[in-house]
């Protein structure tokens, strides 16, 4: 079966840095799209970042300069390191990969940023 593991996440205080990972099952195969979405409480799932196989990155507005996301393609990984976190940045973290039959997602992974 199709799956993505997150890792990480947690509670940081304003400021701080956390990251976040995610490997996905090898019947994932060679997606040509991974990345992060998050979703607070009461709202939609929004774009944070992705990364593309040839290494292209995109951020969200919101997140360019602070968060970096990288990718291992040998172990089917991605990962979200996230510097000068704000409450703002707070929610469930999802992360996605997107192959020629579709898109498969993550679990979610809580971080939680206090003031």
């Known amino acids: 079966q199709e799956q993505l593991v997150e890792s990480g996440g947690g509670l940081v205080q304003a400021g701080g840095s956390l990251s976040v990972s995610c490997v996905a099952s090898r019947n994932i195969f060679n997606p040509a799209v991974m990345g992060w979405y998050r979703q607070a409480p009461g709202k939609q799932r929004d774009f944070v970042a992705r990364i593309v196989h040839d290494g292209r990155t995109n951020y969200a507005d919101s997140v360019k300069g602070r968060f970096t996301i990288s990718r291992d393609t040998a172990k089917n990984a991605v990962y979200l390191q996230m510097n000068s976190l704000k409450p703002e940045d707070t929610g469930v973290y999802y992360c996605?990969?997107?192959?020629?039959?579709?898109?498969?997602w993550g679990q979610g992974t809580q971080v939680t940023v206090s003031s």
């Open positions: 996605h990969a997107d192959t020629n039959i579709g898109r498969y």
